[in-house]
């Protein structure tokens, strides 16, 4: 077969970024805006590199509606050290050992609560792992404990493919921090219902090395004692988050998807859009018993979209056939199995009507 004339990458992560950025990135490789010097070798405390991080700030402020009261943070370590960073920085607002809530639906989740546990106690207030992750359980049947130093959700679980259709509200005490990575920037969100929000760049917003944290400024109080100085939100805020080197490529190439977004529209665009990408796709998926998503309809997640074929002996000849026609990185998360496409912002809407079309072909339809 000859070599397919458009590519889709529909990578879980580090994951498909949008093509203008790219040649932008390209065409400005060598000489940043006559500065003679790539970004990559500029210093993070010059002019030139501290109005890309201006920009980039106040584009994701703009972006989310990010009230005055928080902090934006760009930072280092994925969202896995966030998952031991987090503790360390809100902890030490309770007597030790403090509690932590978590709701439990899935891989990222559950990475979490693992992690938590070296520093606090940790109550699963609901969990949908008897049902196989497939869905997020109702608040009315989340046991949270009454002086909890937080309560950790993951609104979109990317292994699981299983995304929160609500904001939960347990009242002002309780601050949430929510684990947006995979599809922070996809929808809209306020900002001001949650305490902590973080987000590693490699899904929807730019190369892997960035981790975002958006945090309220009186939440920056609670760390403790032993918290490492280069994970210290407030020490981190302080120094606009230059206490060390920041990742400064990561951050000028963030910084150019969120001119791209704010080009297209924002945040609503986008939403537009990915609900009718998710709606063409599952459409595809639910046709009939060929192939199967196994998360409640409520739940299923926008972004990420794992699937099965009914006769698994199928699979490599499924994923060939994909290759073949430029639609890239369908297999599935090996600790689930089958495929997983996932469609951030940067998937065009022809990405997933090609992708659809195969489906649809390969199941004879
Ligand atoms: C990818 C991902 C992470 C982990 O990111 P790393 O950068 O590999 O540490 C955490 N949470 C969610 C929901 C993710 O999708």
Not at 325 to 336: D, E, F, I, P, Y
Request: net charge negative; charged share 20%; proline share 6%.
């Amino acid at each position: 077969m000859a070599q397919p004339t458009q590519i889709f990458n529909f990578s879980a992560g580090p994951a498909v970024l949008p093509r203008e950025v790219l040649q932008q990135a390209a065409a400005e490789m060598l000489d940043w805006h006559g500065s003679g010097m790539s970004v990559m070798e500029m210093s993070h405390r010059g002019p030139e590199f501290i109005s890309i991080y201006q920009q980039a700030e106040s584009d994701l402020r703009e972006l989310l509606a990010v009230p005055p009261n928080y902090r934006i943070l760009f930072m280092q370590g994925g969202g896995l050290a966030q998952n031991a960073i987090i503790p360390l920085n809100l902890v030490g607002c309770c007597p030790q050992p403090a509690t932590i809530d978590f709701i439990h639906t899935g891989s990222w989740s559950g990475k979490s609560i693992k992690e938590a546990k070296r520093y606090a106690n940790v109550n699963v207030a609901a969990s949908s792992e008897a049902n196989g992750f497939n869905g997020v359980p109702p608040q009315e049947s989340w046991r949270l404990t009454s002086h909890a130093a937080y309560l950790h959700i993951c609104t979109n679980e990317t292994i699981d493919g299983v995304e929160y259709d609500f904001v939960p509200d347990i009242g002002p005490r309780t601050p949430i921090v929510a684990d947006m990575s995979s599809h922070i920037l996809s929808r809209a969100i306020d900002v001001s219902k949650y305490g902590v929000i973080f987000a590693g760049a490699q899904k929807n917003i730019g190369p892997a090395g960035l981790t975002l944290v958006i945090v309220r400024e009186d939440l920056l109080e609670d760390a403790l004692p032993i918290c490492p100085s280069a994970f210290h939100w407030k020490t981190v805020a302080e120094h606009d988050s230059m206490f060390n080197t920041p990742p400064t490529y990561a951050i000028y190439i963030a910084g150019l998807v969120f001119a791209h977004l704010k080009k297209q529209g924002g945040v609503a665009a986008m939403e537009q859009r990915n609900i009718e990408k998710a709606r063409l796709l599952y459409e595809a998926l639910d046709a009939d018993d060929f192939y199967q998503n196994r998360v409640a309809p409520a739940y299923r997640s926008r972004m990420n979209v794992p699937f099965f074929l009914r006769d698994e002996s199928l699979n490599d000849k499924f994923l060939a056939g994909a290759k073949a026609r430029g639609l890239l990185q369908l297999k599935g998360h090996k600790s689930v199995g089958g495929m997983r496409a996932s469609i951030y912002n940067a998937m065009p809407l022809e990405g997933v009507q090609a992708l659809v079309d195969y489906l649809n072909e390969f199941a004879g339809r």
